[in-house]
């Protein structure tokens, strides 16, 4: 695999608004953070962890299966949705790896927005609505929030 790989449009049109209904729906849970990642404990977000530990542990799973079956793992490791809420102006959290052991990861944006993902190439990635990222989560990378929506939101997939 290159160092990344962005596909646009990934999910038919349909698909993807009953995904991001979902997940931007009032029934969807949230569960408040009290740090972006051991290298950024200054800021806070919001996730629901939907598959961890080669377990699914959320009702929410089953709606995601379908996509996380195109990325075709050999197996999951985690399926983490990601809230990160407006500021007026873009921070950019400190850079972390998903887990120390080689995998794979993708970012599926939910929303377009003006955050972005920064690789450790320094590419920077826009959050586009139905896009997906493809990259080594075991490489240093960045999230940010947002300036110019409620909230930023992704589906983060680790995987082998």
């Known amino acids: 695999m290159s160092s990344h790989t962005v596909i646009d449009n990934f999910l038919e049109k349909q698909q993807f608004e009953v ?4 997940v931007m729906g009032t029934d969807f849970p949230w569960f408040f953070q009290a740090e972006i990642n051991e290298n950024d404990t200054n800021r806070t977000y919001f996730t629901h962890v939907m598959y961890d530990n080669y ?3 959320s009702q929410h799973f089953n709606s995601f299966l379908n996509l996380a079956l195109l990325l075709k793992p050999k197996a999951l490791i985690r399926v983490k949705a990601n809230c990160y809420l407006r500021t007026p102006r873009i921070r950019t959290h400190g850079a972390h790896t998903d ?5 794979k990861g993708a970012i599926f944006y939910i929303n377009t927005n ?3 993902t920064v ?4 590419k920077e990635v826009a959050s586009v ?6 990259f080594d989560s075991s490489k240093m990378h960045s999230s940010t929030n947002c300036s110019d929506q409620k ?4 589906i983060n997939f680790n995987y082998l």
């Open 19 to 22: 995904l991001s209904k979902i």
């Open 55 to 57: 377990t699914a542990n």
């Open 99 to 103: 887990y120390k052991f080689p995998h």
């Open 114 to 116: 003006n955050g972005k």
């Open 119 to 122: 690789l450790e190439s320094g």
């Open 129 to 134: 609505a139905n896009r997906i990222l493809f």
């Open 151 to 154: 909230a930023r939101f992704n």
